[in-house]
């Protein structure tokens, strides 16, 4: 990650944002993912409730893993589990 870190803590959930990366922690998972939203590069919020990679532009959603669940994007999400 580079730049700023903003971090939210929910639930016993900590997410932490950067410009370009976000990392959701939870029960010693987590999962790395590139912010920028393959439709039109829009950042991705992390909706704990779901959890959901979701895009407030469009409504695209992905799941935990980067698999696209709704679009309008077409293409999946880069994650990468770290322990
Ligand atoms: S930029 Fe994300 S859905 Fe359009």
Redesign the pocket.
């Given at each position: 990650m580079n730049g700023y870190l903003k971090g939210i803590i929910k639930k016993n959930k900590l997410i932490l944002y950067s410009r370009e990366h976000a990392i959701f922690i939870d029960n010693n998972n987590g999962y790395l993912v590139k912010r920028k939203?393959?439709?039109?590069?829009?950042n991705?919020l992390f909706n704990s409730v779901e959890k959901t990679w979701d895009?407030?532009?469009?409504?695209?959603r992905f799941d935990i893993e980067g698999n696209v669940i709704s679009?309008?994007?077409k293409y999946d999400i880069k994650t990468k589990s770290v322990k």
């Open positions: 939203c393959p439709h039109l590069k829009c991705l895009c407030p532009c469009h409504g695209s679009g309008p994007s």
